[in-house]
């Protein structure tokens, strides 16, 4: 069983354009983050989610918008993609300390 | 601002021989320390943690800590090619809750048969 999952794994669209990226861990952890690592290879947070409760928002443009429905989940909707969007986003899941990374959604913005 | 420097590499270690990646970091609080490996394409796959000044040691693997130099290192023993990979360290402001990683940008690690 995929401890944290994410949907889709690849996502190429339209500047903008307005996606969703999913996902779901079945850790039973109560934090989730979203990440984002650029071209550089540069891993920075974007969100933190506790017990579906905003955290941590990092300077991160509204266009970004995290939803979490319920601990197990923690959804990233960006409105109005922009060439600079392109990256791939990790979600991740912690109890307490270490945190444990999905697949990564690698989104193209062309 | 809190940083995190490694150097990027590539570092070169011929199979077998010991592999040593260093990281240091701005944030005098920070509490948490956190050593990733990453294969191309892949995502990041966490391989130890620290907390305490000093050795931890995991099969091949042993993290140093030293908080006063603000220093953290990784060795690898017994370098095998499925270690080439990209090493990141992490760092987290707190021992424990909710807050994000900052991550160094990495070390690119061959290890040559």
């Known amino acids: 069983d995929t401890a944290v999952s994410q949907t889709p794994k690849y996502l190429v669209t339209q500047m903008g354009n307005d996606k969703s990226i999913k996902c779901e861990q079945n850790l039973g952890h109560d934090t989730m983050y979203w990440y984002k690592q650029d071209s550089k290879k540069f891993l920075k947070i974007m969100f933190s989610?506790?017990?579906?409760?905003?955290?941590i928002n990092e300077t991160v443009p509204n266009r970004f918008s995290p939803k979490s429905p319920d601990k197990a989940h923690l959804n990233l909707h960006i409105n109005s993609l922009e060439l600079g969007d392109s990256a791939v986003y990790f979600c991740?899941?912690?109890?307490?300390?270490?945190?444990?990374f999905g697949p990564g959604t690698r989104l193209l913005v062309l | 601002q809190k940083e995190v420097e490694q150097n990027s590499g590539p570092l070169s270690v011929p199979e077998g021989a010991i592999a040593s990646l260093n990281c240091t970091y701005s944030?005098?609080?920070?509490?948490?320390f956190f050593w990733y490996r990453q294969y191309s394409g892949k995502s990041p796959e966490l391989i130890m943690f620290?907390?305490?000044?000093g050795d931890k040691e995991d099969g091949r693997f042993t993290a140093q800590l030293n908080k006063a130099s603000q220093y953290v290192s990784l060795l690898i023993r017994d370098s095998q090619p499925s270690d080439s990979a990209t090493y990141l360290c992490a760092v987290s402001e707190s021992g424990g809750g909710a807050d994000g990683l900052t991550f160094g940008k990495g070390t690119h690690l061959i290890i040559q048969p």
């Open positions: 944030d005098r609080g920070s509490q948490s």
């Open positions: 991740a899941s912690s109890q307490l300390k270490a945190q444990y």
């Open positions: 620290i907390y305490s000044n």
């Open positions: 989610y506790n017990n579906k409760e905003l955290i």
